[in-house]
């Protein structure tokens, strides 16, 4: 299995507060990425990471920020959680070469009560 | 943009029929490649196979095949003699190419697949 660790496993919090996942990598890769897992909308890319403190924005970026100080660590933060922001999010991170896969995290499921 | 798209929501079938799970997909791109993960019950999403587009053989490996036809637009995913352990969500999904050699994957809205014993 890839060396991928989300944290944490579940989380609920309220309208309004900030929240930050925690993505964790040992392959050392570079490219890591968070999607979200929303039913009848499948995975949806939020943002992605090209490189220690080289991030882009995703399909459904807003509401969220990332960062990425560290090869191993990416990690998303939801300034103000929204009760849309409900959903399960996953991790992946992918190796070297064009044709490499994506291989994913466990996901972080996240209720905003 | 890119879109790729699963026609089929839910899918039950009985334990031992084959199976085929579509997916359609759209890109400008010459030079792409598209995926099938499966997320059992558990949760996971499990990567089974890539696929460039410049290589249209088709793929077999074990139980599972993969139909790739580009003059379709199509990588179908059929399961023969299909197992309880194959129930899942299947999600066909298509690289699209991002900053610095980076790439993201467009997903379909994915497949329920049920098999009933």
């Known amino acids: 299995d890839a060396g991928i660790t989300q944290s944490p496993r579940h989380k609920v919090t309220e309208t309004g507060t900030p929240v930050t996942l925690r993505c964790h990598q040992t392959?050392?890769?570079?490219?890591m990425y968070w999607y979200r897992q929303d039913p009848g909308h499948g995975l949806r890319l939020i943002h992605y990471?090209?490189?220690?403190?080289?991030?882009d924005k995703g399909e459904v970026s807003d509401g969220y920020s990332v960062s990425r100080s560290k090869t191993e660590d990416f990690l998303l933060t939801l300034e103000s959680a929204t009760s849309s922001q409900t959903s399960v999010y996953f991790c992946?991170?992918?190796?070297?070469?064009?044709?490499?896969?994506?291989?994913f995290g466990n996901g972080t499921r996240l209720t905003v009560t | 943009a890119q879109k790729v798209t699963q026609a089929q929501t839910e899918i039950s079938v009985v334990e031992k029929e084959d199976v085929t799970l579509d997916c359609v997909y759209e890109?400008?791109?010459?030079?792409?490649?598209l995926f099938w993960y499966k997320q059992p019950p558990s949760g996971e999403l499990v990567f089974l196979i890539r696929?460039?587009?410049?290589?249209?053989q088709n793929e077999i490996s074990g139980r599972y095949s993969w139909n790739f036809q580009k003059s379709t637009s199509s990588f179908n995913f059929t399961i023969t003699a299909s197992q309880v352990v194959d129930s899942a969500v299947y999600f066909c999904?298509?690289?699209?190419?991002?900053?610095?050699?980076?790439?993201?994957?467009?997903f379909g809205k994915g497949t329920k697949l049920s098999v009933i014993p």
């Open positions: 992946a991170i992918r190796g070297p070469g064009d044709n490499s896969p994506l291989h």
């Open positions: 890109t400008r791109d010459t030079t792409y490649y």
């Open positions: 392959e050392n890769h570079r490219y």
């Open positions: 990471s090209y490189g220690v403190k080289d991030t």
């Open positions: 696929r460039n587009s410049f290589d249209e």
């Open positions: 999904a298509l690289s699209e190419a991002g900053g610095a050699g980076s790439y993201q994957l467009t």
